[in-house]
């Protein structure tokens, strides 16, 4: 899998929209971009994940830049069970790979 | 919407029992994997299957065996349980597919081996 950079915590306010950014500079271009999370002590749990387009589901966004080198995953009101460590991954689509976690971004919902 | 159950959320077993732990997905999903999750490892990868009665190694695959006979169920056998096997267990499955291959987890076993 490409590498990716994720900051190691951000904070948000409770119905806010929350933006987590994701840097994958070598991703190659039949990698796509999924985002994963884990509340704590429960299995991780699908986001989204995309290509080139920018993709929108009924928990979040995803922006995909252009260059296909970052993105941010959006969720549009953060609530407090939003809490979590969300993932960014790149890998080929397809196939049947182990998932491989970074150390993902702490996301901190607060009231 | 998917769903991968696991038989239970905790479990606390003595060293050198056999442990089962069970998983069963209800969306038809071909591949089914067992990983394990302990703090600063990450995921790690015990098993995985793609098929009924088909298995693979994954990258700890010592002190563990697997079984599925049928294709909703993946078991995790631990034949004899030992303290460094303590950790939180996942299940995931996803479908085959060429162009995703989205893995739906489930809630996770914390296994305690004294």
């Known amino acids: 899998d490409a590498k990716t950079t994720q900051p190691t915590s951000m904070d948000c306010a409770e119905g806010r929209a929350a933006n987590l950014p994701c840097n994958h500079s070598t991703i190659s271009g039949n990698e796509y971009v999924y985002w994963y999370r884990q509340i704590h002590s429960q299995g991780p749990q699908y986001i989204i994940h995309?290509?080139?387009n920018n993709e929108t589901n009924e928990m979040a966004s995803l922006i995909i830049t252009e260059d296909r080198k970052s993105s941010t995953l959006i969720l549009p009101h953060a609530t407090l069970r939003d809490t979590a460590v969300y993932y960014c991954?790149?890998?080929?689509?397809?196939?049947?790979?182990?998932?491989?976690f970074g150390k993902g971004t702490k996301l901190t919902v607060n009231p | 919407d998917v769903k991968v159950t696991q038989s239970s959320r905790y479990l606390v077993k003595r060293t050198g029992e056999k442990v089962f732990l069970e998983c069963v997905q209800d969306?038809?999903?071909?591949?089914m994997f067992w990983y394990r999750q302990d703090p600063g490892l990450g995921l790690r990868l015990i098993y995985f299957s793609y098929d009924v009665k088909m298995k693979e190694k994954g990258d700890i695959p010592e002190g563990y065996s697997v079984s599925r006979e049928k294709k909703e169920r993946f078991s995790l056998i631990l034949e004899s349980a030992s303290t460094n096997q303590t950790s939180m267990y996942l299940c995931a499955s996803s479908p085959l597919s060429y162009f995703t291959d989205t893995q739906y987890f489930g809630p996770g076993t914390r296994l305690t081996v004294l």
């Open positions: 969306m038809d999903h071909e591949n």
């Open positions: 995309g290509l080139k």
């Open positions: 991954i790149v890998r080929v689509g397809g196939g049947s790979e182990k998932l491989v």
